[in-house]
């Protein structure tokens, strides 16, 4: 970058590469009003990366319908809830239900979902590889009645909204990496993170379980307050994505 050139002006450009580059125009309007960069800057180090999966059998957008999703567990919001009957992998135990959606290379999206709609911050400090794969293991196919919510968030995090993270502030603040540069010594001014995670009819571009009284005898999986995801990898069952959607 010039950085001579006038902050602003190079602010524009980036913004329009990275726009380019992900596909996303909310990515590059929020790059744009959030980084700020300082005259005496010397480098901007800046990695992106994409991740886009489209799901096996994707829902019919004739079927999404407008509905309520409780923010943090009790704030009533109005958002489009994408609905199916189907035979997916699918358990219930004390705390969670949870069900795999196949993806197009399959991958494995997984949703777990808290039994109490205030619940998601316990369950995510109960889950560890072992109770993963404890759940995993007891899945069992069936017929369900899913009801996730359609939508699409932009994350960003600063410097100043690392400062719960002691490691991630010390690196965005006072860490020096002198060794990297010659002359005086070389420190990051800022970090920004932004992401865009979307979630549709077609895939991925990050309650109360009842029995039914049909004759399908399908449970209704609805997705209608805080929850925790994963994407598995096929192969390995790495896990390449994952997140906690408390606030639509």
């Not at 004390?94 to 795999?100: A, K, L, Y």
């Not at 039994?115 to 072992?130: A, G």
């Given at each position: 970058m010039d950085f001579k050139n006038g902050t602003t002006k190079e602010i524009?450009?980036?913004?329009?590469?990275?726009?380019?580059?992900?596909?996303?125009?909310?990515i590059g309007e929020t790059l744009k009003l959030k980084l700020k960069l300082m005259d005496d800057d010397k480098l901007?180090?800046?990695?992106?990366?994409?991740?886009?999966?489209?799901?096996?059998r994707g829902f019919d957008k004739r079927d999404t319908k407008s509905g309520i999703f409780l923010n943090y567990g009790n704030m009533r919001k109005k958002v489009m809830f994408m609905k199916s009957v189907r035979r997916v992998n699918y358990t219930h135990n004390?705390?969670?239900?949870?069900?795999?959606l196949k993806l197009d290379n399959n991958d494995r999206l997984l949703i777990f979902l808290p039994?109490?709609?205030?619940?998601?911050?316990?369950?995510?400090?109960?889950?560890?590889?072992?109770?993963m794969n404890e759940i995993m293991e007891s899945m069992k196919e069936r017929m369900v009645d899913i009801r996730i919510?359609?939508?699409s968030l932009i994350c960003e995090k600063t410097s100043e909204s690392l400062r719960s993270h002691e490691d991630m502030y010390h690196l965005a603040t006072t860490?020096?990496?002198?060794?990297?540069?010659d002359g005086y010594g070389f420190h990051l001014s800022s970090v920004m993170s932004t992401i865009s995670?979307?979630?549709?009819?077609e895939g991925i571009k990050v309650y109360s379980i009842t029995t039914s009284t049909g004759r399908s005898k399908s449970v209704t999986f609805n997705c209608n307050h805080p929850f925790i995801f994963f994407v598995?990898?096929?192969k390995d069952n790495l896990c390449l994505l994952l997140g906690v959607i408390e606030n639509l």
């Open positions: 524009e450009k980036l913004a329009s590469h990275v726009t380019n580059f992900t596909g996303s125009q909310k901007l180090f800046l990695h992106g990366s994409k991740f886009e999966r489209k799901f096996k004390n705390m969670c239900s949870v069900i795999e039994n109490e709609r205030k619940n998601y911050k316990d369950l995510i400090s109960h889950l560890n590889y072992v109770k919510p359609k939508f860490a020096s990496m002198s060794d990297m540069s995670f979307q979630i549709d009819e598995l990898s096929a």
